[in-house]
């Protein structure tokens, strides 16, 4: 498409939709197709339970202080 476009739907009903809410803020990653895999992981829905870290099943890095880079 041009111009290339993109859409972000959260679904009222989800819990992320209140911490994003709160936070008033949150990030977007553009992936590319060979990312489908890790994309269709972090679409599911979170459960009420934040305790859960969606990081926990795939590879990722994180800094000195724990935090997600």
């Not at 859409?7 to 809410?21: E, K, M, P, T």
């Not at 890790?38 to 724990?66: I, P, R, W």
């Amino acid at each position: 498409m041009e111009p290339p476009t993109i859409s972000v739907s959260v679904y009222s009903g989800n819990i992320i939709n209140a911490v994003i809410r709160d936070c008033n803020l949150f990030g977007v990653n553009i992936l590319s197709d060979q990312q489908l895999k890790v994309g269709m992981h972090f679409a599911k829905g979170l459960s009420s339970d934040l305790s859960y870290n969606q990081f926990d099943s795939c590879d990722h890095t994180e800094d000195m202080e724990g935090e997600l880079l």
